[in-house]
T-cell receptor, first 112, second 116 residues
Framework: NAGVTQTPKFQVLKTGQSMTLQCAQD?????MYWYRQDPGMGLRLIYY???????DKGEVPNGYNVSRLNKREFSLRLESAAPSQTSVYFC???????????FGPGTRLTVL | AQTVTQSQPEMSVQEAETVTLSCTYD???????LFWYKQPPSRQMILVIR??????QNATENRFSVNFQKAAKSFSLKISDSQLGDTAMYFC?????????????FGKGTHLIIQP
């Protein structure tokens, strides 16, 4: 099992560009999450999906959109990237909302 | 909203020593879950240990154990016989069981360095 995979691993964008971060899990989990990690901070929740077909905002959703494409995949889109979105992005999944969350390897995004 | 506080930005101990990382949290909920995650330089987030608030017994996983004090809202992690591979960032995290997949609330982390 690959667990949770994320693509790309690294990305550099210019201000105003758009991009989509991809996440997939092969553990048949129901819930999926997107977090961001900034220097000196713990992870903060951007969006989550409790189950296929549902998404909800987390603590820091501004500037992002998400799509739960199917049970396996949960993508995060930046429509117009800003330097404040420079961060490391983690995707996670869990069987249910109160189960252990398994994390992907992260995507380091730099917005110039 | 819940908050998680880790008051030790960095700690350093010698290999084989025992070290305790502190975590306090603030919540009005009576039932919830607490976690310690390890993040080595590889950046991968790895679950170390988990505690359900309704369980009075402290969780243990091999060399890792917790001291859960519900009334004091304290959740410390003890690492016994520390090893060089324990060098990492350690994050305390809180999960509300009040309903909904709200995700984890993390502390800012403690950078643990194990010296040879």
């Amino acid at each position: 099992n690959a667990g949770v995979t994320q693509t790309p691993k690294f990305q550099v964008l210019k201000t105003g560009q758009s991009m989509t971060l991809q996440c997939a899990q092969d553990m048949n989990h129901n819930s999926m999450y997107w977090y961001r990690q900034d220097p000196g901070m713990g992870l903060r929740l951007i969006y989550y999906s409790a189950s296929e077909g549902t998404t909800d905002k987390g603590e820091v959703p501004n500037g992002y959109n998400v799509s739960r494409l199917n049970k396996r995949e949960f993508s995060l889109r930046l429509e117009s990237a800003a330097p404040s979105q420079t961060s490391v992005y983690f995707c996670a999944s869990s069987q249910g909302p109160y189960n252990e969350q398994f994390f992907g390897p992260g995507t380091r995004l730099t917005v110039l | 909203a819940q908050t998680v506080t880790q008051s030790q930005p960095e700690m350093s101990v010698q290999e084989a020593e025992t070290v305790t990382l502190s975590c306090t949290y603030d919540t009005s909920e009576s039932n919830y879950y607490l976690f310690w995650y390890k993040q080595p330089p590889s950046r991968q987030m790895i679950l170390v240990i988990r505690q359900e608030a309704y369980k009075q017994q402290n969780a243990t996983e091999n060399r890792f154990s917790v001291n859960f004090q519900k009334a004091a809202k304290s959740f410390s992690l003890k690492i016994s016989d520390s090893q060089l591979g324990d060098t990492a960032m350690y994050f305390c995290a809180f999960l509300d069981s009040g309903g909904g997949a709200d995700g984890l609330t993390f502390g800012k982390g403690t950078h643990l360095i194990i010296q040879p």
